[in-house]
């Protein structure tokens, strides 16, 4: 089966985000007031192939944990949606 | 006999000339280490110099880290060969697991590109032993992503364990604790954002970077013999 995942790399809480800071601090010039919170991450995404569900998501994962991500200062969300359906 | 120093060069690395020049200017012996060979070539120590390896896709040294070399350089450092990150190069050690923690881009997303002034916080390191504590150095920085982060544990180990190597006098890129240069629990890898390749003549507007490359050169023959 074939699988769409999308994975959001997102710098783990706590962690600071000078891109958000900047995006956040530029926000009211251009009259966008009560802004807060903004934080800056990556959209991944990609086709996997895999015999189901959960197989495609633990590879997903090991990706994730492995490359995609720097634990150090990143986590990730994963998405994952069948592009085939088997036929019942 | 003379000390043979490698420099690893990766697609997208720039600074491998001037570690070389380094290097020689040193009396040392220096050549280039392909990023795709997973030989050393029995050098007795390694620099992984500045630049853009792989273009700094997914995140600086994200790719790098999976070249075929460094199996060899982690192997390297895990007998105890001294190992050396500069700018990119510390980014590709922390990501290969080599170092801890994390290097973040700069608070305020400026690109540094000026001297600085560091401090040398431990003369227990292969970068730092023919340097002296204290002492203020003048070497440039270039980057974008300096900016060094870790979990507060990690902090708290490389403090108790006086394993933060340089620290900025005048911080220019919001790193945790000021810190320019960490080095590993055997003192024998470092990584510094700073570049001290680029501070080995009165020429070039400092030669306070001698200090440091002559402790890899000296770590590296007294491990040769």
Known sequence: MKFSVQVEVRLRPGIADPQGATIERSLPTLGFDGVAGVRVGKSIRFVVESVDEASARSEVDDMCKR???????????VSIEALESVLA | MTVRIGVVLFPGSNCEMDAMEAVRSLGGAA??????????????????PGGFAHGDYLRPG??????PIMGAVGAFAADGGPVVGICNGFQVLTEAGLLPGALQKNAGLKFRCAPALLRVATTDSCLTRAATLGAELQIPINHFEGNYTCSPETLAELQRDDRIVLRYVENPNGSIDDIAG???????????MPHPERAVSK???????????RSLLETASALSV
């Open chain 1, 67 to 77: 490359f995609l991500t720097n634990p150090v200062i990143e986590d990730s969300v």
């Open chain 2, 31 to 48: 050549e280039i280490l392909w990023h795709g060979d997973a030989v050393l070539n029995g050098v007795d120590g390694i620099i992984v």
């Open chain 2, 62 to 67: 994200a790719i790098a880290r999976f070249s």
């Open chain 2, 182 to 192: 960490v080095c590993n629990e055997g003192r024998n890898v470092v990584g510094l």
């Open chain 2, 203 to 213: 020429l070039l507007g400092s030669d306070d970077g001698v200090p440091l490359l």
